[in-house]
C-alpha cells in the first residue's frame, strides 16, 4: 500500500473518531483531532478553503468527512436506544472517557508552559461557561420547554435550531468542548436524535429541521475553524488553558443538567444502570487512557500539530 493510500486510510479512521465524538455527548471532536495529529491539517485545510486551493483542501477533508458520517450512521439507532433505557450507564461512560482524557489533553496543550493570571482565568472560564449551563438548565427546566417546542413547532424554533447547530459545531473543531454534550445539557440532544428517524413517518418536518441544523452546523464550522486558528496562533496558551477547562466542565455538566434531572425524576436507576454503570467506567478510562499511551509512545503523531 502506497503512502497516499495509507494517508487516506488514516484519515478516515480520525474521521471516524471524530463522527464519534459528534454523536457521544462528552467527546470532543476537536480532542479527537488534536491528539491523533490531525486538528493543524483540518483547520488548516478548512481556513483555505475558499481559495484557488479549494479543490485541493476538499480532498484533504473529503475522508475526514466521509469516516465522520459513517460513525454517525453506525452509532445512531444504538445510542438513542441506550440513552433511553440507560442513560445514567451511558453518560458514565462519557464521563470516564473525559476523565481518562485529561493527561492526553494536559501534554497536548500545556505541560511545561509557565501559567500567567489570564491562563489560569481562562482555565477557571472554560470550567464556569460549561457547568454555568448546566445549572442553567435545570433552573429553567430547559429539556421541558425544548420538547414543547417541537411539539408546538413556532416559527422561532427554527432560527434556535440554527444557532444550536453553530454552537454544536464547536465540538468538531475546539479541543474539548464537546457539541452534543451542549445539546445534552440544553435539552436538544435526543431531539435531534429523534429527528433522523422520524425521517420515515415525517419527511417533510424532519427534514426542514435537520437542513437547518445542518446548515448551522456548516457554517459554524467554518466560522469556528477560522477562529481557532487565529486563537492558537495569537493566543495559543491561554486558549489551551479554556480549552481544558471545558473538558473539565463538562465531566459536571454531564451530569448536572435538566435532562439528566429528568431522567431520574421519571425512570430513575434502571437495572441496566446498575449493571452497566461498572462496566462503562471501566472502558471509557481503558479506551482513553489506550490513546493516551499510544500517542506517548508515537511523538511523532503530536510533532504534526506543532
Not at 58 to 75: D, Y
Not at 97 to 112: H, V
Request: proline fraction near 4%; include cysteine; charge should be neutral.
Amino acid at each position: 500500500m502506497n503512502k497516499k493510500a495509507k494517508t487516506v486510510l488514516r484519515d478516515g479512521a480520525v474521521g471516524m473518531g471524530i463522527g464519534t465524538a459528534i454523536i457521544i455527548p462528552g467527546i470532543s471532536g476537536g480532542t479527537i483531532a488534536l491528539i491523533t495529529g490531525a486538528f493543524k491539517e483540518i483547520v488548516n485545510a478548512v481556513d483555505d478553503l475558499f481559495t484557488k486551493r479549494f479543490w485541493k483542501n476538499l480532498l484533504i477533508l473529503l475522508p475526514f468527512g466521509i469516516g465522520a458520517i459513517l460513525a454517525v450512521a453506525g452509532l445512531l439507532f444504538p445510542i438513542k436506544l441506550a440513552f433511553e433505557n440507560c442513560m445514567l450507564a451511558l453518560t458514565i461512560l462519557f464521563a470516564a472517557f473525559m476523565l481518562g482524557s485529561l493527561p492526553s489533553l494536559y501534554d497536548a496543550s500545556i505541560k511545561g508552559k509557565k501559567l500567567n493570571a489570564a491562563n489560569i482565568i481562562g482555565l477557571i472560564v472554560g470550567l464556569l461557561v460549561v457547568v454555568g449551563f448546566g445549572v442553567l438548565s435545570i433552573g429553567i427546566n430547559l429539556d421541558k420547554q425544548v420538547q414543547g417546542m417541537f411539539a408546538d413547532n413556532p416559527i422561532y424554533l427554527y432560527p434556535i435550531i440554527f444557532g444550536i447547530g453553530m454552537i454544536s459545531s464547536m465540538g468538531l473543531i475546539v479541543p474539548g468542548f464537546s457539541g452534543s454534550m451542549l445539546l445534552m445539557v440544553l435539552g436538544f440532544y435526543d431531539k435531534i436524535l429523534a429527528l433522523v428517524l422520524q425521517v420515515p413517518e415525517q419527511p417533510g418536518l424532519s427534514i426542514l429541521r435537520l437542513a437547518v441544523f445542518a446548515v448551522g452546523v456548516a457554517i459554524g464550522f467554518v466560522f469556528f475553524s477560522k477562529l481557532m486558528k487565529y486563537m492558537f496562533e495569537k493566543h495559543e496558551e491561554t486558549t489551551n488553558c479554556v480549552v481544558l477547562g471545558f473538558l473539565v466542565g463538562s465531566i459536571v455538566a454531564i451530569f448536572i443538567n435538566s435532562n439528566m434531572f429528568n431522567y431520574f425524576a421519571e425512570t430513575g436507576v434502571t437495572l441496566l444502570d446498575v449493571i452497566l454503570s461498572p462496566i462503562f467506567a471501566v472502558i471509557g478510562l481503558a479506551a482513553s487512557i489506550a490513546i493516551y499511551l499510544y500517542m506517548r509512545k508515537h511523538p511523532e503523531v503530536k510533532e504534526e500539530n506543532a
